[in-house]
């Protein structure tokens, strides 16, 4: 332990060292914005400086060599400095306008994608999937990039009614997040369980306590102290799954995509929106899962050519009614639909509201 | 010595088509880097996933890895089929906490990626869901390595486990007209007042702050944060009346009548005949939506801070939850102010410790225990900016009403009202 280094706690790192010195003089000074062309803003101060924001998607898990040359371009066309946003977009900021056009050039030729500013379906976000999570039941990384071949006109053309923002999900703790779009797993079988291994890998009381619907409980099998799952109760929702590994969940038939829409983070016309599920049983299909891809087209088909200016997802159906949206997506409209979990009342129609 | 790469069928699928592909980017530090042990890694961790495609199953499991001093930071990965992948039978990610804003000069991303490719895969993604620089895959001993690296050039990771979590906060007054406060500030005053409970984790589950400069709330903060600051303003709005003309002289008076006036939440906006627009301050709810469509014109007015929600999160175990006000305006301008509002957050974090079960969030202990004990147990008092609407059950024991009433009417005389 002698040659064990103490860490430095220093936390979260000052971004002041690393922003852009037109950012740092304006600090708070900005005054107002434009959208001079989709994946570029340009930010006006009230010191009539100006800043271009050039806007990018990737592949989002970058290897070394593309974050180098992600690096020389911004050291070649921007101006050595770089932003990420949200939706793991890269940003360069430059101060020359006559910058813009060759950065844009540069980045387009290397591969990457301008877009991704105001009214695109922008990035896609997610996590890792297959390739580094200890629980997904599918690779949100490969569906991201499937649906992006697809999507990337909508992401380079600023032509939506409003933003579009889309998130994929491996299983219910749903890392991707709210979306207007989301496509997450919804496992459709209770766990498969290995009743050798539960009482050496699981703390089964804790595991007990993560079920949402109380489904599970102790049980001794095949004389050894395990845990037992009621197939009746259980909602399929894998939360047990994480802290008792020999409970699998995932399932290489009967673990589905589900679509979801209408999330809405931000307080803009309404207040912020939780997602509702549109669609499920849709096969867990790599390499390219196109049928996912497919529903999602036609939502934002409908979407685009349905919707009024300003209207995100949940606004859109909120003015035109449910019944109308499964129409046009042509989804079908099932008791699945049918919330049952507490407050679902709330989501009743208990009024004469109906469209004909 | 040139390894035998593993055949990738499904994985070269995910090479074609236009939108830049991570496989091809694994497949340049299996072909390309000159390290053989990143070639290896990346080829193995090839293998594995070409795997998981055909077979529609994940096969790392966690454990138990950590750096000296610290407890979390890291999410251990260990393959299940390492004898067939034993490159990269060990996986792990470290989680570094970004600069608030996510800020970065080039040459700081490129010693970062010349010191993790000494130690690591080479992969990296900017940036994790909980918003961490994700650094994927090294194995248990150069975990080490590469932390004590990047830390002492000042990274530090973030958190993993039930603790306080990395925090996020929107590009704001950096570069951005709807800024309402300093988040960059709100965002280190906070999380860098928690680095003891980010790197031991001691809580009931994870605590996670976002910084938010406006209502738009780019960063998420009311649907995914346990502590969400968003900046605001309690004065008038700033309208140049100039440039409103401007805008309708561009696009059109019903241009503005349909996509501005009639979209107020609040019917706070009217046009008057002669294209001025008259907004209701006291009807105004800071939506943003104006705003956004009317940049040049509109302002968010000079009495700025922040409102604070509580206990948002995403599904499991409850459902879903959203933020609850718990501070309907709270001045962000002074060292004081910065230090009452971590004081909070101190109090919150104590609150929940003591009464969270096991992996309860924040949220879902104020669900069950209710807002009135949440705030009563946080030393805050009832205001109605937190409902949406009062009680509509009368299953409620009311024998403490006169003196709550009477309570009531002295904090509004303590308040000069």
């Known amino acids: ?249 995932n399932d290489a038939e009967h673990s589905k995509l589900a679509i979801w829409v209408g999330g809405n983070h931000s307080n803009a016309r309404g207040k912020p929106t939780f997602q509702k599920l549109v669609a499920a049983g849709i096969p867990n299909n790599p390499p390219r899962w196109p049928e996912a891809t497919a529903i999602v087209k036609r939502i934002l088909k409908a979407y685009k050519e349905g919707a009024r200016d300003w209207e995100r997802v949940n606004e859109w159906i909120e003015r035109i009614g449910w019944p109308r949206f499964f129409e046009e997506v042509e989804l079908p409209f099932t008791k699945y639909h049918i919330d049952t979990w507490r407050g679902a009342r709330a989501s009743f129609n208990s009024s004469s509201y109906i469209r004909f | 010595m040139a390894i035998e790469k593993h055949s990738t069928p499904m994985l070269d699928q995910l090479e ?149 979590r990395t925090a996020m906060s929107c590009v704001g007054a950096a570069r951005c007209e709807m800024s309402c406060t300093n988040e960059l500030k709100a965002h280190r005053a906070l999380v860098n007042n928690f680095v003891d409970d980010v790197h031991r984790p001691a809580l009931p589950y994870k605590f996670k702050f976002k910084v938010s ?62 294209n001025t627009l008259v907004v209701n301050n006291r009807d105004c709810v800071r939506c943003m939506h104006c705003l956004n469509v009317m940049p040049k014109a509109l302002h968010p007015g000079d009495d700025k801070g922040v409102t604070i929600l509580i206990g948002g999160k995403r599904t499991l175990k409850i459902g879903d939850l959203m933020g609850t006000v718990v501070v309907p305006f709270k001045k962000l301008e002074t060292e004081e102010d910065y230090e009452s509002m971590v004081e909070l957050a101190e109090t919150i974090i104590d609150f929940w410790a003591e009464n969270g079960l096991e992996h309860e969030r924040c949220g879902e202990m104020i669900e069950r225990i209710g807002l009135a004990n949440f705030l009563d147990g946080i030393g805050i008092e009832p205001d109605p900016n937190m409902l949406d609407h009062p009680r509509q059950s009368s299953y409620v024991r009311l024998d403490g009403w006169d003196e709550a009433a009477e309570a009531w009417f002295e904090r509004q005389a303590e308040a000069g009202k």
């Open chain 1, 1 to 249: 332990m002698a040659d064990m280094r103490e860490p430095i706690e220093s936390g979260c790192p000052d971004p002041w060292q690393y922003m852009h010195p037109m950012m740092r003089k304006n600090f708070g000074q900005w005054k107002y914005h434009e959208h001079p062309r989709p994946g570029v803003l340009l930010h006006v101060a009230y010191s009539g400086d100006k800043i271009w924001t050039v806007k990018a998607g990737t592949q989002r898990i970058l290897d070394v060599f593309t974050l180098r040359k992600l690096c020389d371009i911004g050291d070649q066309y921007a101006e050595g400095y770089v932003h990420f946003t949200l939706r793991s977009n890269i940003e360069y900021m430059v101060t020359d306008e006559a910058k813009v056009q060759p950065l844009i050039d540069a980045l387009e030729d290397a591969g990457f994608v301008v877009g991704g500013t105001q009214n695109t379906v922008a990035m896609i976000s997610h996590t890792q999937g297959w390739l580094h999570c200890d629980i997904p039941g599918t690779d949100a990384s490969g569906v991201v990039k499937s649906m992006m071949d697809e999507l990337i006109d909508e992401f380079r053309n600023a032509t939506m009614p409003n933003r579009v923002h889309i998130t994929t999900s491996c299983c219910q703790i749903n890392c991707g997040g709210q979306g207007d779009i989301a496509i997450n797993i919804q496992h459709t079988k209770p766990p498969k369980i290995n009743h050798d291994l539960v009482a050496n890998v699981c703390e089964r009381p804790s595991v007990v306590a993560r079920c949402p619907v109380a489904a599970i409980r102790p049980a001794m099998v095949n004389g050894k102290p395990s845990l037992e799952v009621d197939e009746r109760k259980c909602i399929c929702c894998g939360a047990c799954f994480p802290p008792c590994p020999p409970m699998q969940i």
């Open chain 2, 16 to 164: 074609t088509g236009p939108w830049p592909s991570f496989i091809s980017g694994i497949k340049r530090l299996r072909d390309e880097h000159p390290e053989p042990r990143i070639n290896a890694m990346t080829n193995d961790l090839l293998g594995q996933l070409e795997h998981s495609y055909e077979t529609r199953k994940g096969y790392w499991k966690g454990g138990t890895v950590s750096v000296y001093g610290y407890g979390g930071g890291i999410i251990p990965r260990f393959s299940e089929v390492g004898k067939a992948f034993p490159s990269s039978k060990e996986f792990h990610t470290l989680r570094v906490q970004p600069p608030a804003g996510n800020h970065y000069s080039t040459s700081m991303l490129r010693q970062l990626a010349d010191s993790w490719e000494k130690w690591g895969s080479g992969l990296v993604t900017f940036h994790g869901q909980t918003g961490n620089i994700m650094f994927i895959g090294t194995d248990t001993k150069n975990t080490q390595h590469f932390f004590d690296e990047i830390n002492e050039y000042g990274w530090d990771l973030g958190g993993a486990g039930p603790c306080v």
């Open chain 2, 213 to 274: 400069g406006c209502a738009n709330d780019c960063q998420n903060a009311i649907e995914r944060s346990d502590f969400a600051v968003l900046g605001t303003w309690r004065d008038d709005m700033k309208v140049d009346q100039a440039e409103v003309k401007n805008y309708i002289a561009d696009k059109g008076r019903q241009y503005y009548i349909d996509n501005v006036i009639t979209r107020c939440p609040t019917q706070a906006l009217s046009l008057t005949d002669d």
